[in-house]
């Protein structure tokens, strides 16, 4: 086969061990329905095969579907494996048709699409039970806001699940050598925060305007959404620091900001 494509985020998992450990994160059942985004070779797809799953595998990569498709020919024929030739981004309805009831999303995806991945399963009304990914070290960190700095994106994880650390993964794990570390990221508990999309917007709002001037204080960027001296009133409410910063509020506070 050619050469690893970088533009398609094309670093492959050459170690069992942490393939296993994400096999083991998904705390598989048998007849369980997994998503796979980007199965590349298909080592993790079989692992995730092996442990029993259901998988949907999707790869934009025109060259390795044939090499899919012949690795992996009983397991289709078997209708453990589905095979969707395209972009995750743009396959949605294709992937949702093959959908039925609950599902788990466990991929090693391309890193140049980490958010968009992590906000489109998020978004979606259908959401998957767990999502288990592998991402660049530094992206787990700031969403699980170890240093307890919270970011727009940690906040826009946390509103729908609860982030947690599997492990770390350092680059000598993949092949081509990636010049990143990784770490395998786990959000469990997701569920539907909002009642309905103008409560969505408008958290989403707010905690952009809260963090869109890093220099300035948290209560000087709300006014940008809301009058001062509802800016005043909240704070005042909420126990807040006239001089907070937006890392240091925390989501259940950001949550009433936003009523
Ligand atoms: N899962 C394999 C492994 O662990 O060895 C490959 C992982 S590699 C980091 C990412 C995979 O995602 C590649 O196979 C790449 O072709 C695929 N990919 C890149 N962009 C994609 C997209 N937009 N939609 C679906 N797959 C994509």
């Known amino acids: 086969m050619a050469f690893a494509k970088k533009s398609l985020g094309q670093n492959f998992l050459i170690s069992e061990r942490v393939v296993g450990g994400i096999v083991m994160a998904g705390e598989i059942t048998p007849g369980e329905q997994v998503i796979e985004i980007g199965p590349g070779k298909g080592?993790?797809?079989?692992?995730?095969?092996?442990?029993?799953?259901?998988?949907?595998?999707?790869?934009?990569?025109?060259?390795?579907?044939?090499?899919?498709?012949?690795?992996?020919?009983?397991?289709?024929?078997?209708?453990?494996?589905?095979?969707?030739?395209?972009?995750?981004?743009?396959?949605?309805?294709?992937?949702?048709?093959?959908?039925?009831?609950?599902y788990k999303v466990i991929a090693n995806i391309p890193y140049y699409i980490t958010g968009q991945i992590?906000?489109?399963?998020?978004?979606?009304d259908d959401k998957p039970d767990s999502m288990i990914l592998?991402?660049?070290?530094?992206?787990?960190?700031r969403i699980i806001a170890r240093d307890g700095k919270e970011s727009i994106l940690s906040l826009s994880v946390k509103v729908y699940a609860t982030p947690s650390l599997v492990m770390n993964v350092s680059r000598g794990n993949f092949f081509p050598i990636?010049?990143?570390?990784?770490?395998?990221?786990?959000?469990?508990?997701?569920?539907?925060?909002?009642?309905?999309?103008?409560?969505?917007?408008?958290?989403?709002?707010?905690?952009?305007?809260?963090?869109?001037?890093?220099r300035k204080k948290l209560a000087g960027n709300l006014t940008s959404v809301m009058p001062k001296d509802q800016v005043a009133q909240k704070f005042k409410a909420l126990g807040l620091d006239d001089n907070a910063r937006a890392e240091d509020v925390s989501l259940d506070i950001w949550i009433k900001l936003a009523q």
């Open 43 to 102: 080592v993790l797809t079989a692992a995730l095969l092996r442990a029993g799953a259901h998988v949907i595998a999707v790869e934009k990569d025109d060259r390795l579907i044939p090499l899919l498709a012949t690795r992996f020919k009983p397991e289709i024929s078997r209708g453990d494996l589905v095979l969707i030739h395209g972009d995750v981004l743009e396959s949605m309805d294709a992937v949702s048709i093959r959908i039925k009831g609950h």
């Open 118 to 124: 992590i906000r489109q399963f998020l978004s979606i």
């Open 134 to 141: 592998m991402v660049q070290k530094e992206v787990a960190d």
């Open 178 to 214: 990636p010049n990143v570390d990784s770490a395998v990221l786990k959000l469990s508990d997701i569920k539907m925060p909002f009642a309905n999309t103008t409560d969505e917007s408008r958290f989403f709002e707010t905690v952009k305007a809260g963090f869109a001037q890093k």
